[in-house]
């Protein structure tokens, strides 16, 4: 038994979730490999080489991989998928869109987002925006899963793995990348976040979002928000947070004029302290804060930035 | 161009689903049933390209029970040309229906096939990659914004920390993210004519499709679940709380 977890990475810095998947292999057991698909990622490859439980690094460098399309990459993981039981990626945004087509291409069932490793061919999942867990067997030869990476504790650093190069699967050719516009920020990372401070409909606009950046500033904080206030156009689609946008699991997570819908629910319930501030005491974000606050925003917020 | 849009029946979004005491899955009896919204998107989004005159037939396909009808007649209502349905009472995993779609696709050769990026109660994320694989197709999952070019389609994908475009070579999958529309309302004349639009009917086996599951489900429990804490007076008496009690600030 061997397990191959798919870096994440941006051809410079290995993410913080490829240490929860590989967590999560550990967990499965036997050997542990990293692969890098990557342009000029020897210095990601370096990096992964130090993850503890990892014994290899295999580094496939070429500009095919720059921009991680997803029919690229897929097509270096099912070139040494032969080798391995299980195949992990991180249930983000990008290998959430490579690892299904290592799935199908082996005609084997994807397991999605696991949460938690019973045995090597049982797994817990959350369904239905985790309002049931399912406990799932594998049939199949090979497991191709992805990790929900709130669901395991990051492995430690202080490995030292060998770095081997692998020859580059030819670029599919199907899909051109033609831009990005990310947002810079020097805010942490909202998926592996120490705490985030996330506004809803009740902020009421766009501008008024602003009122968070101080809080924010002073805890340290990623900035979130409710699929609401992100329809609404108050805050950009990437900091959504719920069942359908990201999942967080932070130390502290700040629910401001936040109702508390499902599907919110669904993306910070695991969060080690939820602090509430609403002025709808009946607010179903009160049924699962550690501490509810009922006040109006806009006079609350400030309050609490002084007070801090 | 056809374009092809799968839609899935599933417990409407706001139903709070319970779990049945013998875990042995959810009760989804009596419950509201709708299409997924992820869904309903794309088929909004194949009506529009239809609508802008870059597509010429949009047929909706949905996979499952027999009353999967009410859902293609809905997405009939909203603007599909005609439906298919493959109708089977095994449960249906993603790998399963991309393979079924994978057949309709071959039979009906669209140049685009746009799906939600996950339905609603199974959260998988994996159909629309899994059968563009096996069709050896481009895929932009989590779309918000879609062109046709000349045998092109260009995507904007929500991605994590923001936004990014690529084009891909036509046939091609898109699979829908929240903001690449808002539905339309359906009226009830369309409704009505929704009624008399073709709706084929095909099983696994027509169609030569193995569909027994690959994930056996041991069982289905309850989450742990989180009780409410107190409700704090005041901002002074909150940031002693998260300083002393809860020491996280």
């Known amino acids: ?308 | 161009m056809k374009v092809l849009v799968p839609v899935k029946r599933v417990v409407d979004y706001n139903v709070k689903v319970r779990v049945k005491s013998d875990q042995s899955g959810v009760d989804i009896a009596n419950v509201k049933m709708s299409m997924n919204p992820f869904d309903e998107i794309g088929v909004e989004e194949a009506t529009r390209l239809k609508e802008k005159g870059a597509a010429t037939e949009v047929i909706a396909v949905s996979c499952g029970v027999a009353q999967c009808q009410e859902t293609l007649r809905t997405a009939m209502a909203i603007g599909a040309d005609r439906g298919i349905l493959v109708q089977t009472d095994v449960e249906l995993q993603p790998l399963a229906v991309a393979k079924l779609l994978k057949v309709i696709a071959e039979k009906e050769q669209p140049g685009l096939i746009i799906l939600g990026k996950q339905a609603i109660d199974d959260d998988a994320n994996q159909t629309g990659q899994m059968l563009a694989a096996m069709l050896g197709w481009s895929q932009a999952t989590f779309a918000s914004k879609v062109e046709l070019g000349e045998g092109v389609a260009r995507v904007t994908r929500e991605v994590d920390g923001g936004l990014e475009t690529i084009e891909l070579k036509l046939p091609a999958i898109v699979t829908t993210d929240l903001r690449l529309n808002e539905p339309r309302y359906v009226t009830l004349p369309n409704i009505m004519k929704a009624k008399k639009k073709q709706l084929d009917t095909f099983s696994p086996e027509d169609l030569g499709v193995d569909v027994n599951p690959r994930l056996k489900t041991l069982k289905v429990s309850e989450p742990p679940s989180r009780s409410a804490g107190v409700k704090v007076p005041d901002v002074a008496a909150l940031v002693d709380k998260l300083k002393n009690e809860a020491k996280v600030v």
């Not at chain 1, 501030?277 to 179903?284: M, R, S």
């Open chain 1, 1 to 308: 038994m061997s397990v191959l977890v798919i870096a994440e990475h941006d051809n410079a810095q290995l993410k913080g979730a490829t240490l929860n998947v590989v967590a999560a292999a550990s967990k499965i057991g036997g050997e542990v490999h990293v692969l890098v698909a990557g342009a000029n990622a020897a210095a990601v490859a370096e990096q992964a080489s130090k993850i503890a439980g990892v014994s290899k690094v295999l580094l496939a460098d070429s500009p095919a991989f720059a921009d991680g399309l997803a029919e690229n990459v897929a097509e270096q993981v099912l070139a040494l998928a032969g080798g391995y039981s299980h195949i992990l990626f991180a249930a983000t945004a990008s290998g959430k869109n490579v690892s299904p087509r290592v799935a199908a291409r082996l005609d084997v069932a994807q397991i999605s987002e696991i949460t938690a490793v019973d045995s090597p061919d049982t797994f817990q999942r959350p369904i239905y925006a985790g309002n049931a867990i399912a406990t799932v067997q594998s049939t199949d030869a090979v497991k191709v899963i992805t990790v929900r990476t709130t669901g395991f504790d990051a492995a430690a650093l202080g490995g030292s793995a060998g770095v081997e190069t692998i020859s580059a699967a030819p670029a599919a050719g199907l899909s051109t990348f033609i831009g990005r516009e990310v947002a810079k920020s020097d805010r942490p990372e909202l998926a592996g976040a120490r705490v985030v401070v996330s506004g809803g409909r009740g902020m009421g606009s766009a501008e008024n979002f602003k009122i968070l950046d101080p809080l924010a500033d002073k805890l340290g904080a990623a900035l979130g928000a409710s699929r609401a206030a992100v329809d609404a156009g108050y805050a950009p689609n990437d900091w959504q947070v719920g069942q359908t946008g990201k999942i967080v699991a932070p130390q502290l997570y700040v629910a401001v004029g936040i109702s508390g819908a499902i599907q919110h629910l669904a993306g910070m319930k695991d969060s080690k302290v939820i602090v509430a501030v609403n002025k709808d005491t009946e607010a179903p974000i009160f049924g699962v804060a550690d501490y509810g606050l009922v006040a109006d925003l806009f006079t609350a917020v400030p309050e609490i930035v002084t007070a801090l």
